[in-house]
């Protein structure tokens, strides 16, 4: 039953054309359980079909000037800001998010496109001092041509735009695979650049539930030049394997384990307040989210205590609730994860200091909750919890903080608060991660580069490294030159 008018497209693009498939799958409203919309079932065949118009339509959007190009993308940000309230409306029902975060959203996305409307004018090449007389050596940069992306479900519009505008920009044509929960947003968006003059098959949205089917199509084809993926580092991994033959380009966006420092000499409010904005944005459910927040011994109760006062004044509703802060989880696997790392953390001796249950919201709905005594033996500071639970733990010294937040393979972001801006420097300076907040919860923008270190990923998104992801060097010598 559908409960929620859909005033978007719920077929699939290919070529410009919304398409129907003889199975669909059904659009789940995480805040009610109840089925908003149903989209296409499609499979490699549909997916062969989509990377067939993108290489048809590669020739002339790469060729056209980049100032042409940018006329359209600035258009398709004007639609996008246009659109915001049923943007965000539709982003709410399918992902659950409160909707007051569901506009930011649609403004984060739309940014990445202003931006990349701009910054595809200035993939600008280099002329080389020569070696030799009769030469003269110049670099260009080109598009690398026809691009994958697969995308998760916790920003479901703004990892889209952040991939499908730097590659237009830079002239690449693109194939969009959106996560299962969340196809409305993705087909929204695509619509709407269809509307701001994206010619047919330069932006093409495959929808499925067969999501391996899909990717192997994406992986094994040669015409494809790159992939780009936002998700979990198990299928980044699996999907690095698959793009070896072909030897493809690629960025990958994977998981995260942020540590969140606090030292003695941090201001308490900030830290509360950045602890807050980073743990319980989305209901925990970023990939910048703290998973570990490590607090020195002569501010750790201060700081326990401040932060439980916080988080029990957020309110758990459904997105649509003007009141709410915290949002549903986005479904049953993710309530389970939540409890099996609370459970686990609580055999190993670690305490509840708020919530530690489901609201009775609804069953996919979590209390936001501290937990204090985390120690390194527990699987919650290992994996990526999630969802609305800050696990504290206490540290000493500066060295065995920098050493307890290196502690893991994954490297996408950290946070740290100190009043010390020596301390703050030498400390940003040793984490291993590819983003750092310093006396700061929240700092993404289209500005500055995303990404992560280790096994948190390769290749940077937005910002001018955003751009270069979907351009090749080449280098031209122009030889012969009489004197
Ligand atoms: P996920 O399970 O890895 O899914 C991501 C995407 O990959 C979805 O579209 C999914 O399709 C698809 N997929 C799954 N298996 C595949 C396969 N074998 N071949 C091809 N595609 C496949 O991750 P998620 O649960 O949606 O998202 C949460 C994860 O994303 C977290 O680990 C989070 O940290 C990470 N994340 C990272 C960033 C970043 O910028 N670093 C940003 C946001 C999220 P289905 O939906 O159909 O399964």
Redesign the pocket.
């Known amino acids: 039953m559908t409960t929620t008018p859909v005033t978007y497209p719920t077929g699939a693009l290919i070529d410009g054309q919304w398409i129907t498939s003889a199975t669909s799958f059904p659009v789940i409203n995480p805040a009610t359980g109840k089925e908003i919309a149903r989209v296409p079932n499609l499979g490699a065949k549909e997916t062969q079909d989509a990377v067939d118009a993108a290489s048809r339509a590669l020739g002339a959007w790469s060729a056209k000037p980049a100032k042409d190009r940018s006329i359209v993308l600035r258009r398709w940000f004007d639609l996008i800001t246009a659109n915001t309230e049923p943007l965000a409306q539709l982003m709410t029902a399918e992902q659950g998010k409160p909707l007051s975060e569901a506009r930011g959203e649609v403004a984060y996305g739309a940014s990445f496109v202003e931006w990349f409307a701009e910054e595809g004018k200035r993939a600008y090449g280099r002329t080389i001092p020569t070696t030799v007389a009769s030469r003269r050596y110049i670099t260009i940069k080109q598009p690398i041509g026809v691009v994958a992306a697969?995308?998760?479900?916790?920003?479901p519009i703004a990892?889209i735009t952040r991939k499908v505008a730097s590659a237009l920009a830079a002239g690449c044509t693109i194939i969009v695979?959106?996560?299962?929960?969340t196809p409305l947003c993705a087909l929204a968006v695509a619509k709407l650049a269809l509307d701001a003059g994206v010619p047919p098959g330069v932006f093409n949205v495959v929808t499925?539930?067969d999501?391996?089917a899909?990717?192997k199509v994406l992986t094994d084809d040669a015409r494809v030049r790159k992939l780009t993926?936002?998700?979990?580092?198990?299928?980044?991994k699996?999907?690095y394997r698959q793009c070896a033959d072909t030897v493809k380009k690629l960025t990958l966006?994977?998981?995260?384990n942020a540590p969140l420092l606090i030292f003695d000499d941090a201001n308490l409010d900030q830290a509360v307040a950045g602890a807050m904005a980073s743990k319980y944005r989305n209901a925990g459910q970023?990939?910048v989210c703290a998973n570990r927040i490590l607090v020195q011994s002569g501010i750790y109760d201060r700081f326990a205590a401040a932060l439980v006062a916080a988080v029990e004044k957020l309110h758990v509703a459904p997105g649509t609730d003007a009141r709410c802060t915290i949002g549903p989880l986005i479904n049953a696997d993710a309530i389970a994860k939540v409890e099996a790392l609370s459970a686990d953390a609580i055999a190993k001796g670690a305490k509840v200091m708020t919530g530690g249950t489901v609201n009775a919201a609804g069953p996919l709905f979590y209390q936001p909750t501290v937990i204090s005594g985390v120690t390194r033996d527990m699987d919650i500071v290992r994996e990526?919890i999630?969802g609305p639970v800050a696990a504290l733990m206490r540290f000493e010294t500066e060295a065995d903080a920098i050493a307890l937040a290196n502690d893991t393979p994954f490297g996408?972001a950290a946070y740290l608060f100190s009043q010390n801006l020596s301390r703050a420097w030498r400390v940003a300076e040793k984490l291993e991660a590819g983003m750092v907040g310093v006396n700061d919860g929240i700092f993404s923008n289209e500005v500055v580069p995303?990404?992560?270190v280790k096994q948190?990923?390769l290749g940077r998104?937005g910002a001018a490294e955003g751009l270069d992801e979907y351009l090749e060097t080449k280098f031209i010598c122009l030889g012969a030159i009489d004197a």
Not at 177 to 181: F, S
Request: hydrophobic share 40%; with cysteine; proline share 7%.
């Open positions: 697969i995308t998760p479900w916790n920003f990892m695979k959106p996560a299962e929960d499925t539930m999501a391996p899909v990717g993926f936002t998700g979990s580092t198990a299928v980044g699996a999907l966006e994977l998981g995260g970023t990939c990526e999630f996408l995303f990404g992560g948190s990923g998104e």
